[in-house]
């Protein structure tokens, strides 16, 4: 549990179910897909916290099947596709992530363009790889689209596939058709524009890159590995068989989505972006790597598949030792509104649990502030944010959206929650490195404003802050954001 990014969705799909509407009621860059998705999920089966995990454990179990699909249509080899598929399953983090939704989405278009490029005319097929493809950019916008071009692009040079590709243009446009008339019924659809496309092409890729597996430990090794092993065998494979490997469809198609995946996780291939795109990587992976052993000799072929099967054990066996020490080590159990959460005992656990007890202690219709990136706050503590943002990051959110912001909390909010480890300037570097200016003079002001009017500290603690607003406090304290020194 930590209280970012699966915070967004569940909190954005939350406020869906409370009578918000998306994009017009409150700020968001992604799609409308994932929270669409998590909206269906809470109102089918509720809420609560135990649900949406089962629903993330649910998804990656799919992406599972669908990875072990891929890589068997692409290799023949059911027994390497297996190892891969556990591989890649015991590792992930178990939590909800529109990456996931992207991932499922395109290992389902990934096996039916597999399907359509074995010879044989499936017309259902080439839809349904359309179908999922453009449904991955309704939840991913960047993967989706490549994905897209890379079904288009494969269909499109096969000989007498006109059919096939048609059908694949089709099912590419249904989603998104539906989801322009949902926000076209929802009076939505130009703020979705501005909210989705504009606004990520202008702020967000400016803070996001990184260096290629950052944040990577030693249990992440493989998963760093992948894409530049696969690519070096992919070429060794090529050089050895060239055209003759070329003219193979499932080297193109594997080789496709193997780019998607790579390129897809830019502009920031962290060891988190690199593990929602590694299933595209692998039905590349276990073609050329099937290949390449049916070249060797016979002893030699047995020496490296044992190698490949150790390999895959150890870093299987070394995963499941990690998660059975999280399993079996003594947890911290935190009641909150949507369930029960559990971490190992911490003093960020310590502090966490401390203030859901201070929070619970407050009046259920009084309004709160959570700042600046805690979005599963208000989730978990059923709380209203009063906020269109819930995520406030120097050099993403602009100036008038601190001073927008600032203007609505403090003329509705009761409250203040403050992360303040993420208000300090050399963290953010540290997770965005990009960043230019941690602390830029728009974000100073709106935070001297959350201090004055809201000056009376509650709680305190190494990680939070739970601040009370002075009724004197007045709106004029946000005139001050973004201002020039001689405005003031």
């Known amino acids: 549990l930590w209280l970012g990014d699966e915070g967004v969705l569940l909190h954005g799909a939350a406020r869906i179910l409370g009578g918000e509407v998306?994009?017009?009621?409150?700020?968001?860059?992604?799609?409308?897909?994932?929270?669409?998705?998590?909206?269906?999920?809470?109102?089918?089966?509720?809420a609560g916290f135990a649900s949406v995990r089962v629903l993330a454990v649910g998804v990656i179990a799919v992406i599972a099947a669908l990875l072990y699909a891929t890589a068997r249509l692409s290799s023949d080899n059911r027994p390497l596709a297996a190892l891969l598929s556990i591989a890649w399953a015991v590792r992930v983090p178990w939590e909800n992530s529109h990456h996931w939704f992207t991932t499922a989405a395109s290992m389902a278009a990934a096996v039916g363009l597999l399907l359509a490029l074995d010879g044989a005319p499936r017309r259902g097929a080439a839809f349904l790889a359309g179908l999922f493809a453009g449904a991955a950019a309704m939840v991913t916008p960047?993967?989706?689209?490549?994905?897209?071009?890379?079904?288009v692009a494969l269909l499109f040079t096969l000989p007498g596939a006109r059919s096939r590709l048609l059908s694949a243009i089709v099912g590419i446009?249904?989603?998104?058709?539906?989801?322009?008339?949902?926000?076209?019924?929802?009076?939505?659809?130009?703020?979705?524009?501005?909210?989705?496309?504009?606004?990520?092409?202008?702020?967000?890729?400016?803070?996001?890159?990184?260096?290629?597996?950052?944040?990577?430990?030693?249990?992440?090794?493989?998963s760093v590995?992948?894409?530049?092993?696969?690519?070096?065998?992919?070429?060794?494979?090529?050089?050895?068989r060239r055209a003759a490997i070329w003219r193979g469809l499932r080297f193109r198609a594997s080789l496709a989505l193997a780019g998607v995946g790579l390129v897809g996780a830019y502009p920031r291939p962290d060891i988190a972006h690199l593990n929602f795109t590694a299933p595209l990587a692998c039905p590349l992976f276990a073609l050329v790597a099937t290949d390449l052993l049916g070249r060797l000799g016979r002893r030699a072929r047995i020496a490296a598949g044992a190698l490949l099967i150790g390999l895959c054990l150890a870093h299987v066996g070394y995963a499941l030792k990690l998660r059975m020490a999280v399993v079996t080590a003594p947890l911290h159990e935190v009641p909150t509104a949507r369930g029960l959460t559990v971490r190992l005992p911490s003093l960020w656990t310590d502090d966490f649990a401390a203030l859901v007890v201070q929070i619970d202690r407050i009046p259920r219709d009084d309004a709160f502030f959570f700042y600046?990136?805690?979005?599963?706050?208000?989730?978990?503590?059923?709380?209203?944010?009063?906020?269109?943002?819930?995520?406030?990051?120097?050099?993403?959110?602009?100036?008038?959206?601190?001073?927008?912001?600032?203007?609505?909390?403090?003329s509705e909010a009761r409250w203040v929650v403050i992360e303040r480890s993420w208000t300090d300037p050399a963290k953010l570097r540290s997770v965005f490195p990009a960043m230019r200016d941690p602390d830029p003079p728009e974000?100073?002001?709106?935070?001297?404003?959350?201090?004055?009017?809201?000056?009376?500290?509650?709680?305190?603690?190494?990680?939070?802050?739970?601040?009370?607003?002075?009724?004197s406090?007045?709106?004029?304290?946000?005139?001050?954001?973004?201002?020039?020194?001689?405005?003031?």
């Open 22 to 46: 998306l994009y017009r009621d409150f700020f968001e860059v992604l799609p409308p897909g994932s929270f669409l998705i998590i909206t269906a999920w809470m109102k089918l089966f509720g």
């Open 473 to 488: 406090a007045s709106v004029a304290l946000c005139d001050r954001i973004g201002a020039s020194p001689d405005a003031r």
């Open 372 to 410: 600046p990136y805690v979005p599963m706050l208000p989730y978990l503590t059923a709380r209203r944010h009063v906020a269109a943002l819930d995520v406030m990051t120097p050099g993403y959110t602009t100036t008038e959206q601190f001073r927008e912001t600032c203007v609505r909390v403090l």
């Open 173 to 222: 446009g249904l989603v998104p058709a539906a989801m322009i008339l949902y926000l076209t019924a929802i009076g939505a659809l130009g703020a979705a524009v501005d909210d989705v496309l504009r606004f990520p092409a202008r702020r967000y890729v400016r803070i996001q890159a990184v260096p290629f597996g950052s944040f990577a430990t030693l249990a992440d090794t493989a």
């Open 142 to 151: 960047m993967r989706g689209a490549l994905l897209c071009l890379a079904v």
């Open 443 to 471: 974000q100073r002001g709106f935070q001297a404003a959350l201090r004055l009017a809201f000056d009376r500290v509650v709680h305190t603690s190494t990680f939070f802050e739970l601040r009370a607003r002075d009724a």
């Open 225 to 240: 590995a992948l894409f530049p092993i696969t690519l070096v065998l992919a070429g060794t494979a090529f050089a050895l």
